[in-house]
């Protein structure tokens, strides 16, 4: 299978401490891939630097054809074809706490690929209905439960129709129940033809969601 994407030799150094080093991974399209290891080995670190959201000393990114080099994040204008390939969706959700679910879902079809707010909407409706959470369009992420609070981010993160999905530990605030919802659907969505790279410490997950699993150690 061809590599949705590639890292290789990645390296990121705070200060004196390399706080990831050598990362080298293929994630192919369709497949779910769980980076592991204990606290502090550089497991968001890497998500990051693949969303460009974290500048990295030594190796290279691929993400489907586009490329991130060593130094400086690149400036958001240059950035916009990464941001239609690479969806996040962060530990604790993150979404905006004035803003409605569908709100959340809709503000980077808006704001950065120019959507008028009907287009963005018709996306961010479509996107949560999937999600089973169609009918907590109008909430307020106050109001939502965790369960719902991940899907509406996991909406937000699919709305720009990413190839590629990045997860920063999605089972941390989840019951049993939940766990099991989430990994059908991880799956359906690599079904759809999409990369997953899930950060976790769930092994039990792992072993029955992911394809492979990539132990990170520490130095």
Known sequence: MTALLVIDGLRVRYETRDVLRALSLEVARGEIVALMGPSGVGKTTALRAVAALQPFDEGRIVVDG?????????????L???RRRVGLVFQGHALFAHLTALDNVTL?????????RGEAEAVGER??????????????????SGGEAQRVAIARALAPDPHLLLMDEPTAALDPARRSTLGTTLRRLCEQGRALLVATHDAEFARANADRVVMLTTA
């Open 127 to 144: 996107l949560l209905t999937s999600l089973d959470v169609g009918t907590r369009a109008g909430a307020w992420p106050s109001q939502l």
């Open 108 to 116: 980077a079809l808006r704001h950065v690929l120019g959507k008028t």
């Open 80 to 82: 916009v074809p990464l």
């Open 66 to 78: 586009f490329a991130l080099a060593p130094g400086s994040v690149p400036p958001e204008s240059r």
